[in-house]
Nanobody, 128 residues
Framework: EVQLVESGGGLVQAGSSLRVSCEVS?????????VGWFRQAPGNEREGIAC????????YKADSVRGRFTISEDNAKKTVYLQMDGLKPEDTGVYYCGASYFSRVDSACLMESRYDYWGQGTQVTVSA
């Protein structure tokens, strides 16, 4: 059974940095899969931020975070990270990671419908 567990959220000031983590379990060592980070602000739809392929480490990011956020993975720890720098109040929301059995990452990997498995989310709040 595939399971995802997010951690690392918190309350920070604008301009600060924060790293959230997504621990992934349940995939076989020979599986190719992608992990995506999404966020949801109150009253808004879930927004795709970044994704990474387990096959080749390829990544894709939304324009709204390019240059500020970095997605990476530690294969030994089966963990995907989202490093967030230069945080802004509009980055506030619940951050979720999703995973599914596809390995090519492009703009389509930011679509919520691509993912079959989700974590419970971690709250990130950026104060002005």
């Amino acid at each position: 059974e595939v399971q995802l567990v997010e951690s690392g959220g918190g309350l920070v000031q604008a301009g600060s940095s924060l790293r959230v983590s997504c621990e992934v379990s349940g995939f076989a060592f020979y599986d190719y899969y992608a992990v995506g980070w999404f966020r949801q602000a109150p009253g808004n739809e879930r927004e795709g931020i970044a994704c990474i392929s387990s096959r080749d480490g390829g990544t894709y990011k939304a324009d709204s975070v390019r240059g500020r956020f970095t997605i990476s993975e530690d294969n030994a720890k089966k963990t995907v990270y989202l490093q967030m720098d230069g945080l802004k109040p509009e980055d506030t929301g619940v951050y979720y990671c999703g995973a599914s059995y596809f390995s090519r990452v492009d703009s389509a990997c930011l679509m919520e419908s691509r993912y079959d498995y989700w974590g419970q989310g971690t709250q990130v709040t950026v104060s002005a």
